[in-house]
């Protein structure tokens, strides 16, 4: 849709302002947290070419070289962010590669990735996960993996009030999608699926499900807030990990 575009050009635009900030953040710490490089790091271990779909502002690909990828390539289809992407990985020197383009339908070969890697804010964005499992499904190669590290379907109704966690009377879990109200806001809409739809699509691409773990902490926080939802009562992230048969 043209406004999400916008919306994601505009808030791609701080990775641009935030250049030497966010350059000093790659330099210092690692933007994989603990329960992804519980499952990636075997798989980290072999070198493998990695194509990490919706790849932002390109933090989560240099630290998967850092653990161990061979090559990445991300794809965005956001040209602001994958051009502060590229100045990144190419001033730290890293073998990264960035294209620009709408998903599902990489522009990318069949079987080239022996690693799949996406999350922290993708699938928001894909109306049909049934299409863009079949595009990961095409882009793995035999015996490699898709690595999904994502917000939980049940986010959208959580509130950030700090007393107590609430749900959003003008939200469901069984909708087909809302207005973003936040970030990166200006009216985008995001996407919903439950977690039985996601794990129904990636089945569904003929992928072998490996793991999949609901998580309390989110990956993302906005500064200075400690929303009550945030505390470890309610479910913020999952992660999944999938194999294409050899």
């Known amino acids: 849709m043209k406004r999400n575009r916008i919306a994601w050009e505009a808030a791609s635009e701080k990775y641009v302002v935030e250049h030497e900030e966010v350059l000093d953040q790659a330099r210092k710490e690692s933007s994989l947290v603990e329960c992804e490089l519980e499952l990636l790091r075997p798989l980290l271990a072999a070198s493998?070419?990695?194509?990490?779909?919706?790849?932002?502002?390109?933090?989560?690909?240099?630290?998967?070289?850092?653990?161990?990828?061979?090559?990445?390539?991300?794809?965005?289809?956001?040209?602001?962010a994958a051009t502060a992407a590229q100045r990144r990985a190419d001033e730290l020197g890293v073998n990264c590669r960035y294209v620009v383009a709408a998903l599902p339908g990489a522009p990318l070969q069949d079987g080239c990735a022996d690693l799949v890697y996406t999350g922290k804010g993708a699938l928001i964005w894909m109306p049909d996960l049934n299409a863009w499992a079949a595009d990961v499904a095409r882009l793995v190669r035999p015996g490699g993996h898709l690595f999904v590290h994502e917000a939980h379907p049940m986010v959208p109704l959580w509130t950030w009030d700090e007393d107590a966690p609430r749900i959003r009377p003008d939200r469901g879990y069984f909708e087909r999608s809302h207005v973003n109200d936040s970030y990166p806001g200006n009216g985008a809409v995001e996407w919903q699926a439950t977690l039985g739809e996601?794990?129904?699509?990636?089945?569904?691409?003929?992928?072998?499900?490996?793991?999949?773990?609901?998580?309390?902490?989110?990956?993302?926080?906005?500064?200075?807030?400690?929303?009550?939802?945030?505390?470890?009562?309610l479910p913020n992230t999952f992660t999944l990990l999938a194999r294409k048969r050899s």
Request: aromatic share 8%; charged share 15%.
């Open 198 to 233: 996601i794990i129904t699509a990636v089945l569904g691409a003929g992928l072998e499900l490996l793991h999949v773990a609901e998580h309390a902490e989110p990956f993302w926080r906005w500064d200075g807030l400690d929303a009550a939802a945030w505390r470890g009562q």
């Open 48 to 80: 493998p070419a990695v194509v990490h779909l919706q790849s932002g502002n390109g933090l989560d690909d240099l630290a998967l070289a850092a653990e161990g990828a061979r090559s990445v390539v991300g794809v965005d289809f956001s040209a602001v």
